[in-house]
C-alpha cells in the first residue's frame, strides 16, 4: 500500500466527484485527475473490486463504463462522500492563501482571511500559525497598488534598487504582479525612464497614490536583456557564500576551494554581490570584472583614509 | 472501511488481501501499523476499540461527516483554486491539488484559472513536507544540518515550533536539544531526510515568540550592531533591512544591526562608497580589512 498511496487517495475522491458528474466520459474524468485515460480506466477497473472484506457481489462498488464510454456510479457502497481535509492537505491550502494574502491583487481580503480561520480550525492549536510567509512588503505598498490597479492610477514610489544600492523617486503606471522565486514583483511602465521596469515589492519604501491616468494599453512584453557569465573562486570554509548568490556549475578544487560561474546583467551588481563576500570570494575571469571590483572596494575604502 | 463494527487485528489479517499470510507475526504488526499511519495521513482515522477490560477489541473507521468540511461558497473555491493553482511546482502541489479536488466533490468544480503562470510558490524544500508533520503532532524531529559555518553536517535533534519564508528562503525555527537555546535552521541546508520521531517535544513555543521578528533577526540575544553614515540616495539595502524611517535622498547616521558580526560586515562592504561605519571600532576595522582584501586579490590580476 505504501506505494500507492497518492492512487488510492485518487480513487476515494473520484467516486463522489463521478456521482455529481454523472455520465462524464473517461477522458473528462482523466484530465480533472490530472492522469491518462489509460490510467483512470486502471481505476475505474480496481474499484469494481472494492468492497468491505468477504467480497460478496453486494458489497461491491458497481461502477459502469463500458457502454458508452460514459461512467454511471450504479452502487458506491461506502465511498459515496469524500475523506475528510488531511492535515497536509489544509496545512498546504493555508500556506498558499497565507501567499496570496501578500500579493496585491482582485481578490476579496475578507473572504480570504475568512478562509484562512476557517481552515485553521482544522489544525491542533499549537499548528496555528506555525507555517508563515514573511514577505517584507509593507501594508501600506500592499493597500496603494492594490487601489492603483483597480483604478487604473498612477503610483509615486520610493524604490530602493537592488542593483545599484541607490533610492529613486519614480512615478509609475502600474500593469500587473508577479510572484516567483520567493518575491513579489511590480511590472509597470515607469514614465522616468519611459519603458517597463520590473519592481520588488518589498524594496519599495513608500508608495502613495497619482492621478487616474489613460496610458495606452502596453503588452506585458519583458524584454530579456544578454546575460554574461563570471568565473569565481569560494573560500573552503565561506559555504555560506553560495546562499547570496546562484553559483552554477560548482566544484571544489584540490585546494579545497569551490569554483563556479555567476550569471550576471548588470555589473554594478556583480560587483556588490562580490563586496557582500567581504573577501570571500574571487572574480578569476573576466579581467574587465576583476578591476571593477577592485576599484569599487578602492573607493570604499578611501572614505576611511 | 466503512464497517459496522470494530474489526480485529487477525480478522483484517485474514480477510485484507496484501497481507501475506505466510509472514511473521511481527511483519505483519509492522505493516498494519505503517498502513495505520499512511491512512492517517490520508485523512482516514483509524480508531482503537477498547473493550471493558481494556483489551485492544479491533479497529473501526467511522463513517465520517466530512460534507460540512468541504462545503465552500463559490468566492471561496474561487481563491482555493487559485491557492491550488499558486502551489504548482512547489513540493506543496499534490497535497493542495487533492484537497481541491475533494472539495469540489461537494461545493462544485472550480473556476479555470488563466493566470496561474504568474504566480508561483518558491517551496521545492522536500524538508518541508516533514516538519510541517512534525509541527502538527508536536514530536521532535531529527536531522543532519550543516550550517553556515559548520566545517561539516552534524546532526541536530529538535522540538518544531514554526517554518516560514523569509527573503527568497525557507526557515525552521525551534527548540535544539543538544544547544538547550532556540535556534533557526535554513531548510536548504538540512542534508538527507527530516526524521519524525515519536518523541514528545520537550519545549512547546511561547506563546509570546514572533515568527517574523525571529526570522529577520530582531530579537536582542544574537545581534552585532554598528553606527553607520549613509549617504543621500545610497545604501539602500541597509536602510530597507534596518526600517529607516529617514527620507532616502537625505544623507542618515543608522544603526544597522544583524546576525553576526561576519554578516554586518558583507551588508557594509556591499554597500560601498555610500557607507561609512563610525563605531564600533572593532567593526570599522573589519569592513577595512574585508575592503581592502578584496581590492589586494583583486588587483593582482589585471
Given at each position: 500500500m505504501s506505494?500507492?498511496g497518492?492512487?488510492?487517495?485518487?480513487?476515494?475522491?473520484?467516486?463522489?466527484?463521478?456521482?455529481?458528474?454523472?455520465?462524464?466520459?473517461?477522458?473528462?474524468?482523466?484530465?480533472?485527475?490530472?492522469?491518462?485515460?489509460?490510467?483512470?480506466?486502471?481505476?475505474?477497473?480496481?474499484?469494481?473490486?472494492?468492497?468491505?472484506?468477504?467480497?460478496?457481489?453486494?458489497?461491491?462498488?458497481?461502477?459502469?463504463?463500458?457502454?458508452?464510454?460514459?461512467?454511471?456510479?450504479?452502487?458506491?457502497?461506502?465511498?459515496?462522500?469524500?475523506?475528510?481535509?488531511?492535515?497536509?492537505?489544509?496545512?498546504?491550502?493555508?500556506?498558499?492563501?497565507?501567499?496570496?494574502?501578500?500579493?496585491?491583487?482582485?481578490?476579496?481580503?475578507?473572504?480570504?482571511?475568512?478562509?484562512?480561520?476557517?481552515?485553521?480550525?482544522?489544525?491542533?492549536?499549537?499548528?496555528?500559525?506555525?507555517?508563515?510567509?514573511?514577505?517584507?512588503?509593507?501594508?501600506?505598498?500592499?493597500?496603494?497598488?492594490?487601489?492603483?490597479?483597480?483604478?487604473?492610477?498612477?503610483?509615486?514610489?520610493?524604490?530602493?534598487?537592488?542593483?545599484?544600492?541607490?533610492?529613486?523617486?519614480?512615478?509609475?503606471?502600474?500593469?500587473?504582479?508577479?510572484?516567483?522565486?520567493?518575491?513579489?514583483?511590480?511590472?509597470?511602465?515607469?514614465?522616468?525612464?519611459?519603458?517597463?521596469?520590473?519592481?520588488?515589492?518589498?524594496?519599495?519604501?513608500?508608495?502613495?497614490?497619482?492621478?487616474?491616468?489613460?496610458?495606452?494599453?502596453?503588452?506585458?512584453?519583458?524584454?530579456?536583456?544578454?546575460?554574461?557569465?563570471?568565473?569565481?573562486?569560494?573560500?573552503?570554509?565561506?559555504?555560506?557564500?553560495?546562499?547570496?548568490?546562484?553559483?552554477?556549475?560548482?566544484?571544489?578544487?584540490?585546494?579545497?576551494?569551490?569554483?563556479?560561474?555567476?550569471?550576471?546583467?548588470?555589473?554594478?551588481?556583480?560587483?556588490?554581490?562580490?563586496?557582500?563576500?567581504?573577501?570571500?570570494?574571487?572574480?578569476?575571469?573576466?579581467?574587465?570584472?576583476?578591476?571593477?571590483?577592485?576599484?569599487?572596494?578602492?573607493?570604499?575604502?578611501?572614505?576611511?583614509? | 472501511m466503512?464497517?459496522?463494527?470494530?474489526v480485529?487485528r487477525?480478522?483484517i489479517r485474514?480477510?485484507v488481501?496484501?497481507y501475506?499470510?505466510?509472514?511473521?507475526?511481527?511483519?505483519f504488526e509492522r505493516m498494519f501499523e505503517r498502513d495505520k499511519d499512511e491512512l492517517r495521513g490520508m485523512?482516514i482515522p483509524v480508531e482503537t476499540?477498547?473493550?471493558?477490560?481494556?483489551?485492544v477489541?479491533g479497529y473501526l473507521i467511522?463513517?465520517?461527516?466530512?460534507?460540512?468540511?468541504?462545503?465552500?461558497?463559490?468566492?471561496?473555491?474561487?481563491?482555493?483554486?487559485?491557492?491550488?493553482?499558486?502551489?504548482?511546482?512547489?513540493?506543496?502541489?499534490?497535497?493542495?491539488?487533492?484537497?481541491?479536488?475533494?472539495?469540489?466533490?461537494?461545493?462544485?468544480?472550480?473556476?479555470?484559472?488563466?493566470?496561474?503562470?504568474?504566480?508561483?510558490?518558491?517551496?521545492?524544500?522536500?524538508?518541508?513536507?516533514?516538519?510541517?508533520?512534525?509541527?502538527?503532532?508536536?514530536?521532535?524531529?531529527?536531522?543532519?544540518?550543516?550550517?553556515?559555518?559548520?566545517?561539516?553536517?552534524?546532526?541536530?535533534?529538535?522540538?518544531?515550533?514554526?517554518?516560514?519564508?523569509?527573503?527568497?528562503?525557507?526557515?525552521?525555527?525551534?527548540?535544539?536539544?543538544?544547544?538547550?537555546?532556540?535556534?533557526?535552521?535554513?531548510?536548504?541546508?538540512?542534508?538527507?531526510?527530516?526524521?519524525?520521531?515519536?518523541?514528545?517535544?520537550?519545549?512547546?513555543?511561547?506563546?509570546?515568540?514572533?515568527?517574523?521578528?525571529?526570522?529577520?533577526?530582531?530579537?536582542?540575544?544574537?545581534?552585532?550592531?554598528?553606527?553607520?553614515?549613509?549617504?543621500?540616495?545610497?545604501?539602500?539595502?541597509?536602510?530597507?533591512?534596518?526600517?529607516?524611517?529617514?527620507?532616502?535622498?537625505?544623507?542618515?547616521?543608522?544603526?544597522?544591526?544583524?546576525?553576526?558580526?561576519?554578516?554586518?560586515?558583507?551588508?557594509?562592504?556591499?554597500?560601498?562608497?555610500?557607507?561609512?561605519?563610525?563605531?564600533?571600532?572593532?567593526?570599522?576595522?573589519?569592513?577595512?580589512?574585508?575592503?581592502?582584501?578584496?581590492?589586494?586579490?583583486?588587483?593582482?590580476?589585471?
Amino acid at each position: 500500500m505504501s506505494t500507492s498511496g497518492p492512487r488510492l487517495s485518487r480513487l476515494m475522491t473520484m467516486v463522489p466527484w463521478l456521482m455529481t458528474h454523472d455520465g462524464v466520459t473517461i477522458q473528462e474524468t482523466a484530465d480533472h485527475f490530472g492522469i491518462s485515460a489509460d490510467q483512470c480506466e486502471k481505476d475505474l477497473w480496481l474499484l469494481v473490486v472494492c468492497g468491505l472484506p468477504g467480497h460478496m457481489p453486494d458489497q461491491l462498488v458497481d461502477i459502469q463504463f463500458w457502454d458508452d464510454g460514459r461512467i454511471h456510479v450504479i452502487d458506491p457502497q461506502t465511498l459515496d462522500r469524500p475523506l475528510r481535509l488531511s492535515g497536509d492537505e489544509v496545512m498546504s491550502l493555508l500556506v498558499a492563501l497565507r501567499l496570496l494574502a501578500q500579493v496585491p491583487g482582485a481578490h476579496d481580503r475578507d473572504v480570504l482571511y475568512g478562509l484562512i480561520h476557517r481552515l485553521e480550525q482544522h489544525l491542533e492549536q499549537a499548528a496555528v500559525g506555525a507555517v508563515l510567509i514573511d514577505s517584507g512588503v509593507r501594508a501600506q505598498v500592499l493597500i496603494t497598488i492594490e487601489q492603483a490597479l483597480e483604478d487604473s492610477a498612477l503610483i509615486e514610489l520610493v524604490y530602493a534598487s537592488g542593483t545599484h544600492d541607490e533610492v529613486t523617486a519614480r512615478s509609475v503606471q502600474p500593469m500587473g504582479v508577479r510572484v516567483d522565486s520567493g518575491f513579489t514583483y511590480l511590472e509597470a511602465y515607469c514614465l522616468q525612464a519611459e519603458a517597463v521596469r520590473t519592481f520588488r515589492l518589498d524594496r519599495i519604501l513608500e508608495a502613495t497614490m497619482g492621478e487616474s491616468v489613460s496610458v495606452p494599453e502596453i503588452a506585458l512584453t519583458t524584454t530579456e536583456a544578454i546575460s554574461m557569465v563570471a568565473e569565481v573562486e569560494i573560500q573552503e570554509q565561506a559555504r555560506w557564500v553560495m546562499d547570496l548568490v546562484q553559483v552554477e556549475a560548482v566544484s571544489q578544487g584540490p585546494d579545497g576551494k569551490f569554483y563556479g560561474e555567476i550569471a550576471y546583467r548588470d555589473l554594478d551588481w556583480l560587483v556588490r554581490i562580490v563586496l557582500s563576500a567581504g573577501g570571500a570570494m574571487r572574480v578569476i575571469a573576466p579581467t574587465s570584472v576583476s578591476t571593477e571590483v577592485a576599484a569599487a572596494a578602492r573607493n570604499a575604502l578611501s572614505a576611511y583614509s | 472501511m466503512g464497517a459496522a463494527r470494530a474489526v480485529s487485528r487477525a480478522e483484517i489479517r485474514r480477510l485484507v488481501a496484501g497481507y501475506d499470510p505466510e509472514a511473521s507475526d511481527t511483519a505483519f504488526e509492522r505493516m498494519f501499523e505503517r498502513d495505520k499511519d499512511e491512512l492517517r495521513g490520508m485523512g482516514i482515522p483509524v480508531e482503537t476499540i477498547v473493550d471493558v477490560n481494556g483489551e485492544v477489541e479491533g479497529y473501526l473507521i467511522r463513517r465520517q461527516n466530512a460534507t460540512s468540511d468541504l462545503d465552500f461558497n463559490a468566492d471561496e473555491l474561487a481563491l482555493l483554486a487559485l491557492a491550488a493553482a499558486v502551489s504548482q511546482e512547489a513540493i506543496l502541489e499534490a497535497s493542495a491539488t487533492n484537497a481541491l479536488r475533494k472539495i469540489e466533490t461537494i461545493s462544485g468544480d472550480a473556476p479555470e484559472l488563466f493566470h496561474q503562470a504568474r504566480m508561483r510558490m518558491n517551496a521545492t524544500d522536500a524538508a518541508l513536507m516533514p516538519l510541517m508533520a512534525a509541527l502538527r503532532e508536536q514530536v521532535v524531529v531529527t536531522f543532519s544540518y550543516q550550517g553556515r559555518n559548520d566545517a561539516r553536517p552534524e546532526k541536530r535533534t529538535v522540538d518544531p515550533w514554526g517554518v516560514i519564508a523569509h527573503d527568497g528562503a525557507w526557515y525552521f525555527i525551534g527548540h535544539d536539544h543538544d544547544r538547550a537555546a532556540r535556534r533557526t535552521f535554513r531548510i536548504s541546508r538540512i542534508q538527507g531526510a527530516v526524521t519524525i520521531t515519536a518523541q514528545s517535544i520537550e519545549k512547546s513555543r511561547p506563546e509570546e515568540l514572533n515568527l517574523v521578528d525571529v526570522v529577520r533577526g530582531e530579537t536582542p540575544e544574537q545581534h552585532s550592531t554598528a553606527r553607520v553614515i549613509v549617504a543621500a540616495g545610497h545604501g539602500a539595502a541597509l536602510r530597507v533591512a534596518n526600517h529607516c524611517e529617514e527620507s532616502p535622498f537625505e544623507e542618515v547616521e543608522l544603526k544597522v544591526s544583524a546576525v553576526t558580526d561576519e554578516v554586518l560586515v558583507s551588508q557594509i562592504c556591499a554597500a560601498g562608497i555610500g557607507v561609512q561605519v563610525i563605531a564600533p571600532l572593532e567593526i570599522r576595522e573589519k569592513v577595512m580589512a574585508a575592503l581592502k582584501a578584496i581590492a589586494d586579490s583583486h588587483e593582482g590580476l589585471s
